[in-house]
């Protein structure tokens, strides 16, 4: 007897006939942010699609078009104490190992914005495809927190220079900008995105799967080689941050601006 699809309060899943399994992060009215549970809902999903003989490849998405994924969900990370970071980590541990450790081939189908862990997400994929209209960026430092695991994600796709780039000054990459730095595989119209999703997930999931399931055990181990001490860091780094309050104050000032109605 087959397992049923199963069913999450923030994370939704279905799957096609084609073999590809389309996990939705489903919080359009907050970007589609990062929270814990919504963490733990994307490792299960994960989790899900790997063991399912049928899945032959994952298509991740946001709903709706204002984002992709909007990282970690402020309102509560504006409740941190350098005593929280440990938990914190850990929960982006477990899931940037769900996407790693998945056997089947993965595309980030990229709507809108994908900041900080949310742009984390899509690059631990294997291929990422965006949007016109979607922007890429590690945008912590407005919030006065490092940007230690993004710089690990970054490093070694495009280099000191361009990492620095985005992690010093928290600018958004527009979508053809990120195409033309190799982040993307290609930009489509926004109509066009999940079609166009789907079809690269299809050409993968066609792939001999032994062949996939062994390069990417070495790709996941390339990319992994400096993640231990980037999390180590970004455990001292964050306590550090956090407990001058600053990052703090600034996500408790923009969550009462956006309440406000103001963006300024």
Same mark, same amino acid.
């Given at each position: ?15 096609? !006939? ?31 699609? !790997? ?8 298509? *991740?998405?946001?709903?709706? +078009? ?23 980590? !850990? ?11 998945? @056997? ?38 407005? !919030? ?12 070694? @796709? ?69 993640? +231990? @001490?980037?999390? @180590? ?12 309050? *600053? ?12 309440? +406000?109605?103001?963006?300024?």
């Amino acid at each position: 007897m087959s397992e049923a699809t199963p069913s999450y309060p923030n994370v939704s899943v279905s799957l096609g !006939d084609d073999g590809t399994c389309e996990v939705v992060i489903n919080r359009p009215d907050r970007l589609n942010a990062l929270s814990v549970g919504v963490k733990d809902e994307l490792v299960a999903a994960l989790s899900y699609a !790997d063991r399912t003989d049928s899945v032959k490849s994952v298509v *991740l998405t946001g709903a709706g +078009e204002r984002a992709f994924a909007a990282g970690q969900d402020l309102s509560e990370a504006q409740e941190f104490s350098p005593e929280a970071i440990d938990g914190w980590i !850990d929960s982006f541990h477990r899931l940037y190992s769900a996407v790693l450790d998945c @056997s089947k081939p993965t595309v980030a189908a990229v709507n809108g914005y994908a900041v900080g862990a949310g742009f984390q997400l899509a690059l631990l994929c294997d291929l990422r495809i965006a949007s016109s209209g979607a922007k890429f960026g590690m945008a912590e430092i407005d !919030d006065a927190i490092p940007c230690i695991t993004g710089t690990w994600t970054l490093y070694d @796709s495009i280099g000191h220079s361009r990492t620095a780039d985005l992690i010093l000054t928290g600018r958004m990459l527009p979508a053809e900008e990120a195409k033309s730095w190799g982040l993307v595989s290609e930009v489509v119209a926004p109509e066009d995105l999940m079609t166009k999703g789907r079809a690269l997930a299809v050409l993968l999931g066609a792939k001999p799967a032994v062949a996939v399931r062994l390069n990417k055990n070495r790709l996941a181990w390339l990319l992994s080689r400096e993640r +231990e @001490s980037a999390e @180590s860091f970004a455990r001292q780094a964050h306590a550090e941050a956090y407990g001058t309050g *600053l990052p703090q104050a600034k996500m408790a000032d923009f969550l009462a601006r956006r309440r +406000e109605g103001r963006s300024e």
